[in-house]
């Protein structure tokens, strides 16, 4: 069991930056990535940004390209997900992600449902 808790959203204005963090805990594997997702109202999660834990490598979505970062502090087990420029387009909520990519997993993973643990998620809303 893999225990994921987002924190970072609130309400910002057009240009403003925010910084989303997902503190994980628990049992987590040898090898896992950790993702970004977000969810507006009325539409479907969308995927935004992933992580793999062990090569350190970063795979955003076109959407958020130039605009957010996803990083990694391994002492306080936790990702990260700097947003610039925030657009009210990006008001979601923001939910963090947990895949277990075992002995054969690939670099990267953009599905909803190929993640094994969800956090609650972080609201942010972007005014214009």
């Known amino acids: 069991q893999v225990q994921l808790v987002e924190s970072g959203g609130g309400l910002v204005q057009a240009g403003d930056s925010l910084r989303l963090a997902c503190a994980a805990s628990?049992?987590?594997?040898?090898?896992?990535?950790m993702g970004w997702f977000r969810q507006a109202p009325g539409k479907e999660r969308e995927f935004v940004s992933t992580l793999n834990w062990n090569t350190g490598t970063a795979y955003c979505a076109a959407s958020v390209k130039g605009r957010f970062t996803i990083s990694r502090d391994h002492a306080e087990n936790t990702v990260y997900l700097q947003m610039n420029s925030l657009k009210p387009e990006d008001t979601a909520i923001y939910y963090c992600?947990?895949?277990?990519?075992?002995?054969?997993?690939?670099?990267?993973?953009?599905?909803?449902?190929?993640?094994?643990?969800w956090g609650q998620g972080t609201q942010v809303t972007v005014s214009s």
């Open positions: 628990g049992r987590t594997f040898s090898r896992y990535s």
């Open positions: 992600a947990y895949k277990d990519s075992g002995s054969s997993g690939r670099l990267y993973y953009i599905r909803e449902y190929e993640y094994d643990y």
